[in-house]
């Protein structure tokens, strides 16, 4: 008779502390409070980066649809595509069904964003710019799918490996270095940028860290008169620009002269992903190969 009366109280209990267990809340980086009834089952990804974080706490499953160039790790390559990262297929989501999206705040259309969330389809916003980012990023992702152990071994691997970095570096010789990102027009990246975290980790030293702008544009002659003793540049495939190799006409320039200009591929540094930390290897390892010439 105990036992009958106490099941179902004890049911209960059971049923109120799984709800409880399954609920989400997270805050995305416009400060924003997302509520789930539970982990995230069929995600939108609207940014590369997105969906390689989230395949790298192995939530890639979870995905239903992505943008182009959402291309890493190889399964990325079978998700359906629902547009670019600045213009969407909104018919093409909605068919996908998703209960989650995931979007990159600075490089999304907001209005096409607030017009899917307008449908009530619960929105996270991501806008990851530098080490601590990216972590707070996986384990974040962590909560969303329910993925938390295996997005913290992820974000703290990641930790690790930027805490090298930082030991093995600090003590050497800075090097001036000039990031280029494009050529026509001259864009270079200011010190709230990941890359310039990483150079910094490295003992590099972003000639162009003090512009207000994330991405700037700049001439080229503001680049000759700071005389970097370094360039290093990726721009959008695996092989070296013509234009890094454009520089070597300015042979009254340090890093021309010395002959440090070095390329650096892009897919491992312009994501903020775990991937990071090979691109920032390389890094290190050209700025170091700089510093012994």
Avoid at 140 to 154: C, D, I, M, N
Avoid at 181 to 190: A, F, G, S
Avoid at 276 to 285: A, P, V
Wanted: glycine share 8%; proline share 6%.
């Amino acid at each position: 008779m105990r036992l009958s009366f106490f099941s179902p109280f004890i049911f209960f209990l059971w049923l109120v502390t799984s709800l409880a267990y399954a609920a989400v809340e997270v805050t995305d980086d416009t400060g924003q409070v997302l509520h789930l009834t539970q982990p995230a089952q069929r995600i939108i990804s609207l940014s590369p980066h997105i969906t390689e974080n989230l395949f790298e706490i192995g939530a890639g499953d979870l995905i239903v649809g992505a943008v182009e160039y959402s291309d890493y790790p190889e399964a990325a390559k079978k998700i359906p595509l629902i547009g670019g990262y600045n213009q969407l297929d909104i018919e093409g989501i909605l068919a996908l069904e998703p209960d989650l999206i995931i979007a990159w705040q600075s490089g999304n259309p907001l209005a096409q964003i607030e017009r899917l969330a307008g449908l009530g389809i619960p929105v996270y916003y991501t806008e990851p710019r530098s080490f601590a980012a990216v972590s707070h990023e996986l384990r974040q992702f962590g909560h969303l799918t329910g993925r938390k152990t295996s997005a913290e071994q992820v974000a703290v691997t990641f930790e690790q490996g930027a805490k090298q970095f930082k030991a093995r570096y600090a003590q050497q010789r800075p090097v001036r270095v000039f990031y280029q990102v494009w050529e026509q027009p001259l864009m270079t990246l200011n010190g709230e940028h990941l890359i310039s975290e990483g150079l910094s980790l490295c003992g590099g030293i972003n000639i162009f860290a003090d512009l207000n702008q994330l991405v700037p544009v700049i001439s080229r002659e503001v680049v000759l008169a700071k005389d970097p003793e370094a360039i290093m540049g990726g721009g959008m495939g695996e092989d070296t620009p013509a234009w890094l190799e454009s520089w070597k006409k300015y042979s009254s320039m340090q890093a021309v002269k010395e002959n440090k200009l070095y390329f650096i591929p892009p897919s491992l540094v312009q994501r903020p992903t775990p991937r990071f930390l090979q691109g920032t290897k390389i890094m290190c390892e050209k700025l170091q190969q700089a510093r012994n010439q």
